[in-house]
């Protein structure tokens, strides 16, 4: 049997902390590992093998190895991979039958792995060879994990569709909403050219959905420092593109799904929310209509009932594993400071914001047309403009506070295990 041609992992999709010996006493661990996944690339893997060890032989000669995974391609590109070991005896190739996916397959070529540094390149030449210096430069001074971005300076794409760039950027955006404290990180989440140290992503369970596993790493890993070069995507010279509506699909359900694993504390998080809403409302309309007070007195007296609402039943509930290993009252005083500092930076914006909405629907006299859209007015004096714009102030500001308070309330008071 060729010894180039590695057997398929099993098992949990998880990377050593130490490269795995494949069985030959000789084999030492390498600086550099880069997996090519591959289907159907039968037209490119030739040039891509020969482009990138003569790139690599000029900076890490012998330091470094090439694994292509490929998921049995009926134009059998594994088998061309294989053919080129003779004269490339840093190649290896892994043939998978049984499973399919590209961010699966960069894992289990990590897994055989003997490189400190891990990282994944496409194998249609649409990414350029020559930015793996600048990302290896990246590593070099430390980074935990090295992206090459369309979206930072030197990068950008060639002949682009409209709706491909606007899909592309909704992606993100999409990103930003769901999974801010990943995303936000990342000038390009959807980029599928980058290198991360093994030691920043050892032990973790991974798993992916669809073909970005760039997501997965920053979520998972410990990336302390994050790294950037910039690149411009080339258009595919052979073979066929592997963009579908499946893989934007694929990619929200992994958004959704890495927001749920990676915060228990989600749901709870928002059905507190939900009843500060209620909370906010009602005492809002209370002091509106009960005691007639100012539209801006009653908006801060009502948010302020609202945050503690919120704040007591984090911490009875939603954060109660941590706030059980501080407890006293003068530890749950410094938790309450602390989530109304956060707050209060959401409450003048929503200030802002409920004087700016009820202004425009005074001007557009509001009231009068969702009386006359209703056959018996039953709207009136339900739905006023001020409630209504307290309500559009409400939602904006929840998208400030859940960022927010679960990147620091909580957490600044947390104790490592």
Excluded at 52 to 65: M, R
Excluded at 165 to 184: H, K, N, T, Y
């Amino acid at each position: 049997m060729n010894q180039s041609l590695v057997p398929v992992p099993s098992g949990v999709f998880q990377v050593s902390g130490s490269p795995i010996n494949q069985g030959n006493v000789d084999e030492a661990p390498l600086k550099f590992s880069l997996v090519l996944p591959t289907y159907k690339e039968a037209g490119n893997i030739q040039d891509i093998v020969k482009i990138l060890t003569d790139l690599l032989d000029q900076s890490i000669a012998g330091d470094y190895e090439l694994i292509v995974v490929d998921d049995n391609s009926p134009d059998h590109t594994w088998k061309l991979a294989l053919e080129l070991t003779s004269d490339y005896p840093q190649l290896k190739v892994m043939r998978r039958t049984e499973e399919k996916g590209l961010s699966t397959a960069v894992i289990r070529g990590w897994q055989v792995a003997r490189g400190n540094i891990l990282g994944v390149i496409d194998a249609d030449l649409q990414h350029p060879p020559e930015v793996l210096q600048q990302l290896l430069g990246e590593m070099d001074k430390g980074a935990d994990l090295a992206v090459a971005s369309r979206h930072v300076e030197g990068g950008g794409v060639s002949e682009w569709s409209i709706i491909r760039r606007f899909l592309s950027r909704g992606a993100q955006m999409l990103g930003l909403i769901i999974l801010p404290e990943v995303i936000g990180r990342l000038s390009d989440p959807m980029s599928g050219y980058f290198m991360v140290r093994r030691t920043a992503i050892a032990g973790k369970p991974l798993s992916p959905v669809g073909y970005k596993i760039l997501i997965e790493v920053t979520a998972r890993g410990k990336i302390r420092w994050l790294g950037e070069a910039g690149y411009v995507f080339r258009e595919r010279q052979a073979g066929e593109s592997k963009v579908t509506w499946k893989q934007y699909i694929e990619y929200l359900q992994h958004l959704v799904r890495l927001r749920l694993s990676l915060s228990a504390r989600f749901i709870q998080f928002c059905l507190v929310g939900f009843s500060g809403l209620f909370v906010d409302l009602t005492v809002f309309s209370l002091l509106r209509k009960g005691l007639e007070l100012g539209l801006t007195r009653s908006t801060i007296l009502s948010a302020e009932v609202a945050i503690i609402n919120n704040f007591l039943w984090n911490d009875l509930w939603t954060f109660r594993d941590i706030s059980s290993r501080q407890p006293g009252k003068r530890q749950r005083l410094k938790r309450f400071i602390k989530f109304n500092f956060v707050c209060l930076a959401g409450v003048i914006l929503q200030t802002l914001l409920v004087n700016t909405f009820f202004a425009i629907f005074q001007k557009l006299q509001l009231d009068t047309t969702i009386a006359n859209i209703t056959t018996n007015g039953f709207l009136r004096g339900v739905l006023t403009s001020d409630l209504l714009a307290k309500l559009m102030a409400i939602v904006i500001v929840t998208f400030w506070n859940f960022w927010l308070n679960t990147k620091l309330s909580w957490r600044v008071t947390d104790i490592e295990r």
